[in-house]
């Protein structure tokens, strides 16, 4: 009787322990899947905020409002590098760099960027970054 209890407690332990580990491959599927059509969507709302600004619709500035709230819901936060602050490899890209000011502070953000809100990063903001006065 003691041997069938166990056998029984050891199923029990390797079924809770399936249902977990299913449960927590389901997670990261969904997160994958969402984090690819996050990366094909990303270029839209680039194209959306371009159009805004040369544009200055009211009604365009409420629909990338709307996009950029659903991203927030999904745990994505957009990363906006503000000039003068210092350069940060782990969220930022150089894609340029200008004369100016401080060496090593951003001088222009010119593509932000995306990471989750757990830090994981999507895409690293584009910017230029001072450099020594030649």
Partial sequence: MRK???QLARA??????????????????????????????LPTLDILESA???????????????????????????????PGEKFNEEFHEVIETVSGGKTGEV???SLSGWKFTGGVVIRHAKVKVESAKS
């Fill in 4 to 6: 069938l209890k166990d």
């Fill in 52 to 82: 805004q600004k040369h544009l200055g619709d009211q009604g365009l500035a409420i629909a990338i409002g709307e996009f950029k709230n659903i991203l927030k819901e999904e745990g994505i936060e957009e990363i906006v590098p503000k």
């Fill in 107 to 109: 001088a222009e953000t």
């Fill in 12 to 41: 029990l332990a390797d079924y809770d322990n399936l249902r977990k580990r299913t449960a927590a491959d389901m997670e990261q599927l969904q997160r994958t899947a969402g984090l690819k059509i996050v990366l094909k969507l």
